[in-house]
């Protein structure tokens, strides 16, 4: 369980729908390696693995490239350096398959272009801003966000190539790609997150309104989701054929088949091969409109549908209806142990990666002990207690070895992680169902918190990086 799965806040300030598209699109998502009290791996109390999480352990694959390419041309100048219609373009593109999964309405394309040309200038400004600072990435935190995106989308990385090059896209533009927005994350860390500060007056206030946000908070539901994707201009007798399949799945999950199978198996949508479709406990007003109609006095249990939107045909299940409390009173924890090596001079990342993989095998022939292991090599200030971290709740690691330890089964070990801390080895130990004390409750609500003024720190830090910059918005050459 990830923070991300704790009852949404009735009070929270949400993005519209293109906003929240744009973000996770142009990776506006920070970082906040904040060094803790104990294991170097910790986040500090208050900071918070949801909002914190890298963009790029979620990537979706991109759009597979359609048709002649726009043509090229410099539309905005940012420190001189030139941002290209191209670029641009092919953001929309990617931002409208973005928008058509969800199933809503779509904003009119110059309306996509201005919001996606401001991201780029805002971004490209930020870039700037990294290599000045000196903000480097190696290619081993690049294969390893390769690895994340080719595991998220059910893939291997061999198949995520394959998938790729069918697509269009150079494998050396998506590595690219990843490798920027790991800078920005990084730069945002040391810029924002490591600076913000929440005090006892934050965490009082952020909890009255809580308590005053409870009259009349909206109801929690969690959705399955199976999308039939209909292809733009397909016929009436393809659409016919798809409305037939979507007709079969429904009629295989009111009969009692498992919805997170079919959805795996079946969904053309992101989160069916993630998590089975799930959608996650969120208020209605976060829900497409279509679906909120559609399951409009449904109870749990109910499969709806098929339901027809732009992307397609749409089956939903309806998996929990309930009114969120002001604070979560119950979280599943993790008791877990490590060994951490830290590259420098002496141990690059790709050489400590490496002895990682040798102990990991090591105590999977039966030749060691992982605690044994943990004590002799581990750098970290776990390693004289065998390298055990104790019972830790969500949000109190990093966000790289939380969706490390989310992967595990009880005994299992990882492969070597990377995070900015080092490169560790993690075996999960157990999980538990646990009850919150009333300070417990009170991390939690400090952790919330501190999200909250990081959404704002943020967005006034990006503010100002852009007003520093030198931008010339250039018009599209005249025809002949």
Not at 139 to 151: F, I, L, P, S, Y
Not at 191 to 219: K, M
Not at 341 to 354: I, N, T
Not at 381 to 402: H, I, K, N, Y
């Amino acid at each position: 369980m990830t923070e991300a799965s704790l009852p949404p806040l009735p009070h929270a300030r949400r993005l519209p729908a293109l906003s929240q598209a744009l973000t996770a699109l142009l990776c506006v998502g920070l970082l906040a390696p904040t060094l803790g009290t104990a294991q170097g791996l910790r986040l500090k109390p208050g900071t918070s693995a949801s909002t914190l999480a890298p963009a790029v352990a979620a990537a979706t694959l991109p759009p597979a490239v359609r048709g002649p390419q726009p043509a090229d041309f410099i539309v905005a100048v940012v420190n001189d350096e030139p941002i290209t219609n191209r670029e641009v373009q092919r953001a929309v593109e990617q931002l409208q398959a973005q928008l058509a999964a969800r199933g809503g309405p779509q904003p009119d394309r110059a309306t996509l272009e201005r919001e996606v040309l401001e991201r780029l200038i805002s971004e490209r400004a930020q870039l700037q801003l990294a290599a000045e600072q000196g903000i480097k990435v190696d290619d081993t935190a690049v294969d390893q966000a390769e690895q994340n995106v080719a595991r998220q989308n059910g893939l291997s990385v061999e198949q995520l190539h394959r998938e790729l090059e069918r697509r269009g896209v150079s494998l050396r533009e998506f590595r690219e790609n990843l490798r920027r927005q790991i800078i920005l994350t990084r730069l945002r860390e040391r810029e924002v997150a490591s600076r913000l500060q929440v005090t006892e007056a934050d965490v009082d206030e952020f909890i009255a309104s809580l308590q005053a946000a409870q009259d009349g908070a909206p109801e929690l539901v969690n959705l399955g989701h199976i999308l039939v994707a209909v292809p733009e201009q397909a016929s009436q007798q393809q659409v016919g054929a798809l409305r037939q399949r979507a007709l079969e799945l429904a009629q295989r999950a009111r009969q009692g088949e498992d919805f997170a199978a079919l959805a795996r198996q079946f969904s053309q949508s992101p989160e069916g091969r993630e998590s089975g479709g799930m959608l996650g406990l969120r208020p209605l007003d976060r829900y497409p409109e279509l679906f909120v109609e559609a399951i409009r006095g449904a109870a749990p249990g109910a499969v709806v549908g098929p339901i027809r939107s732009g992307a397609g045909f749409h089956i939903l299940k309806v998996l929990e209806r309930r009114v969120p409390d002001a604070l979560p009173t119950q979280v599943t924890q993790t008791h877990a142990r490590h060994i951490l090596l830290r590259p420098g001079p002496k141990l690059s990342e790709a050489q400590a990666r490496e002895r990682l993989a040798e102990l990991r095998a090591r105590v999977l022939r039966g030749q060691a002990d992982f605690a044994a292991l943990a004590r002799e090599y581990s750098q970290d200030g776990s390693a004289r207690e065998g390298g055990d971290l104790g019972w830790a709740s969500p949000g109190q690691f990093v966000p790289e070895f939380e969706e490390a330890l989310a992967q595990l089964a009880p005994g299992e070990i990882s492969p070597p992680v990377v995070s900015r801390f080092g490169v560790h080895l993690i075996q999960l130990l157990e999980r538990r169902e646990k009850t919150l004390t009333p300070q417990e409750q009170r991390e939690i609500a400090r952790n919330l918190a501190r999200e909250k003024k990081l959404e704002e720190a943020y967005e006034r830090w990006a503010r100002d990086v852009r007003a520093r910059a030198y931008v010339e918005l250039r018009e599209p050459p005249q025809a002949p």
